[in-house]
C-alpha cells in the first residue's frame, strides 16, 4: 500500500497524539494487519498485537478476547459496515482512532482492485462522535489536521487549508 508514498505527516500527527493519551509501555490491540505505524508504535515503546485481516464487521472475537489496555484504530472504521457493532465490543477502556474526513469535494475513496481498500463510510466529524457516543464510548480528546498533496489543481489547493484527518482519544463510560 505504501510501496511509492508514506504518510510522514500524518504518521508524525499521530504518534505525537499517542504518546500524549496513552502511557509508555501501554499494550495495544491495532485493529488491521500490521503495517509501517505498527512498527512506529513498537519503536515508541508500546506493546502492539494487530489483529490479523478477519472482517471485523462479522467477526469482533479479535476485540473480545484480548486483554490489552487500549485499541487503537487508525483509518479502519471508514471500511467497515457496522463499525458501530466493533466499538460495543471493544474490551479495553481506551480507544485511540483516527478516521479520514468526509471532503465535500471529493467523492468516497474506491480501490478498483483491492475489495478491502474501499471506503463504505466517510464520515463527518459529528457522525463519527455520535457513533462513538451511541457504543459506549466518551471522547477526551481530539484533533484535525490537514493533509496537503503535492499536486497541482483545485482539489490539491483545498487541500491546503481543509482538515482531512479526524484523531481521537476515547474512554469507556
Request: aromatic share 14%; glycine share 2%; proline share 7%.
Given at each position: 500500500m505504501y510501496e511509492k508514498t508514506f504518510p510522514n505527516k500524518r504518521y508524525a500527527k499521530t504518534a505525537k497524539?499517542?504518546?500524549?493519551?496513552?502511557?509508555?509501555?501501554?499494550?495495544?490491540?491495532?485493529?488491521?494487519?500490521?503495517?509501517?505505524?505498527?512498527?512506529?508504535?513498537k519503536t515508541l515503546g508500546f506493546q502492539v498485537q494487530n489483529t490479523s485481516g478477519e472482517d471485523l464487521d462479522i467477526n469482533t472475537e479479535a476485540v473480545i478476547n484480548t486483554d490489552v489496555d487500549a485499541v487503537t484504530a487508525f483509518e479502519i472504521f471508514e471500511h467497515l459496515l457496522a463499525p458501530?457493532?466493533?466499538?460495543?465490543?471493544?474490551?479495553?477502556?481506551?480507544?485511540?482512532?483516527?478516521?479520514?474526513?468526509?471532503?465535500?469535494?471529493s467523492p468516497a475513496y474506491q480501490s478498483k482492485t483491492d475489495k478491502w481498500d474501499r471506503h463504505y463510510h466517510e464520515f463527518e466529524d459529528w457522525q463519527f462522535d455520535w457513533l462513538l457516543e451511541k457504543s459506549g464510548w466518551v471522547i477526551k480528546r481530539r484533533e484535525k489536521?490537514?493533509?496537503?498533496?503535492?499536486?497541482?489543481?483545485?482539489?490539491p489547493l483545498l487541500r491546503l487549508f481543509?482538515?482531512?484527518?479526524?484523531?481521537?482519544?476515547?474512554?469507556?463510560?
Open positions: 497524539f499517542l504518546e500524549e493519551v496513552l502511557p509508555i509501555k501501554s499494550s495495544i490491540l491495532d485493529l488491521g494487519v500490521e503495517n509501517p505505524f505498527s512498527e512506529i508504535m458501530f457493532n466493533v466499538l460495543s465490543e471493544i474490551k479495553a477502556t481506551k480507544l485511540v482512532a483516527s478516521i479520514p474526513l468526509k471532503l465535500w469535494f489536521f490537514t493533509h496537503p498533496v503535492k499536486k497541482i489543481g483545485f482539489r481543509t482538515p482531512r484527518y479526524y484523531l481521537i482519544y476515547a474512554e469507556r463510560k
